[in-house]
């Protein structure tokens, strides 16, 4: 019995002594038309929202190896996006979102002799918490799920601390904002981003 456990629990003490444990941020370019409409329309006369807007991202992953040639990401991401204008002559309007992107990915790996480069896809869950200031500053909050491609590579700057640089496209399909009986604000958006950080090999 106690030599069958172990060879059940061979395989998983390797693996895990072998996470990819990255960190760090980014800038992602983020189209959501319903939003920007919406902004535009009531607000934005003198300050239009662009069809693409720049988002800051910050990022925490560790890669679980399955084999050779496959790891299983598990990935916490927030972006962050604000915008404000001056409205009424006097008055300031501001909105900003914050979005929390928990994500599984699964990647193709390639490596080397100091490298690992990854290509991957994924899916998760989706929060998104929204401040909107007319006159007074009023909360909202969302859920809904979003779906991601990935590329990142890993170089290996000295013993086991490695260089991060990523690129990826979301889609993103949080639930509508109801901010009233008759104007509901759709968050749906298409989001291409770079990120650099560093990984840590255990």
């Known amino acids: 019995m106690k030599k069958l456990l172990l060879i059940i629990l061979l395989p998983l003490t390797i693996n895990f ?13 983020v189209s959501a038309p319903d939003l920007r409409d919406y902004i535009n329309y009531n607000f934005g006369q003198g300050n239009q929202l662009a069809t693409f807007n ?22 916490y991401a927030v972006n962050i996006f604000s915008y404000n204008t001056p409205i009424f002559g006097t008055g300031i309007y501001e909105i900003s979102y914050n979005q ?24 998760g869950f989706r929060y998104v918490s929204l401040e909107e200031k007319i006159i ?59 990120k650099l950080g560093v990984s840590y090999l255990f």
Request: glycine residues 14%; negative net charge; charged residues 20%.
């Open 17 to 29: 002594a072998q996470l990819d444990v990255s960190a760090g941020m980014g800038i992602s370019f």
């Open 136 to 194: 007074k500053s009023v909360s909202y909050s969302t859920t809904g799920f979003g779906m991601l491609l990935r590329a990142k590579g890993l170089t290996l700057l000295s013993g086991n601390l490695y260089a991060y640089i990523g690129g990826d496209m979301r889609l993103d399909f949080p639930a509508e904002i109801t901010r009233d009986k008759t104007d509901n604000i759709k968050l749906n958006s298409i989001a291409f981003g770079v």
């Open 54 to 75: 720049s988002v800051v991202e910050f990022f925490g992953e560790t890669d679980i190896p399955l084999n050779n040639n496959w790891d299983l990401g598990i990935e």
């Open 100 to 123: 929390h992107m928990p994500s599984a990915v699964l990647y193709y790996v390639i490596k080397g002799e100091g490298y690992k480069i990854k290509f991957g896809g994924g899916a």
